[in-house]
């Protein structure tokens, strides 16, 4: 579980879509540079969201990690448009010990979208994006003023347009500094996770309207809860 509020910025060091090492398994691995301010407490198989995807380190030093990336997490997120020495925001599995600021993250990616528009607003940035035709349905689960994280950093929704699939964040000058999205271009790609709450509720309504259970038991059974 993570929070959304990106610790630091790593660099890639290295891309091998077949490393045979045993830390690489024979698979698709990326290494992280710069990165020593988070890695002071790692272990082997501790989870780092890389641009909001959950994943397991496979190795490490003093600066750097590695982790190793399934072909559905190729499919589902921007890891396989890495190139080495790009830029990705870094934030460790969440600590009880400290407050619960952004949202709650799983790190599970939903899906990307595309930057259509970037327009700057005294010293914030507007941010606008577009969902795929195949994603319409996922549209349902933003909202504005609702949570949403882009690129493992949690965001705020502005506007939303369904029939043009279609949202938009506004990003303050603080954040700017601190994650990789002031690095982007239109037509680029960003990971989506939408808001997990509104997942669970959606299919709860979903289920009672279904089965016929009506509104009044759906009420019911979230009280018994």
């Known amino acids: 579980m993570f929070t959304g509020l990106v610790e630091i910025m790593g660099k890639v060091s290295s891309i091998k879509e077949q490393d045979s090492t045993e830390s690489g398994g024979n698979g698709w691995t990326i290494t992280i540079s710069e990165a020593a301010e988070i890695l002071n407490d790692c272990h082997l198989g501790d989870s780092i969201a890389i641009n909001g995807t959950c994943l397991t380190v496979t190795e490490f030093d003093s600066t750097s990690f590695k982790v190793g990336v399934a072909p559905e997490t190729l499919r589902c997120t921007n890891l396989g448009d890495l190139k080495e020495g790009d830029q990705v925001n870094l934030e460790r599995a969440m600590d009880s010990n400290k407050r619960f600021g952004g949202h709650m993250v799983q790190g599970h990616v939903d899906t990307t979208v595309k930057i259509i528009n970037i327009k700057p607003e005294g010293n914030s940035i507007w941010y606008t994006f577009q969902m795929e035709a195949t994603d319409k349905d996922k549209m349902r689960y933003v909202i504005p003023k609702g949570f949403i994280c882009l690129d493992g950093t949690s965001l705020t929704v502005c506007d939303v347009d369904d029939d043009q699939r279609t949202f938009s964040i506004m990003m303050i000058a603080h954040t700017q500094a601190h ?15 939408v808001d997990m709450l509104a997942k669970y509720a959606l299919k709860s309504l979903e289920d009672a309207i279904e089965n016929n259970k009506g509104i009044e038991a759906l009420v019911k059974r979230v009280l018994k809860a």
Do not use: A
Request: aromatic share 0%; glycine share 6%; hydrophobic share 40%.
């Open 179 to 193: 994650v990789i999205m002031t690095s982007k271009n239109v037509g680029d790609r960003v990971n989506v996770e």
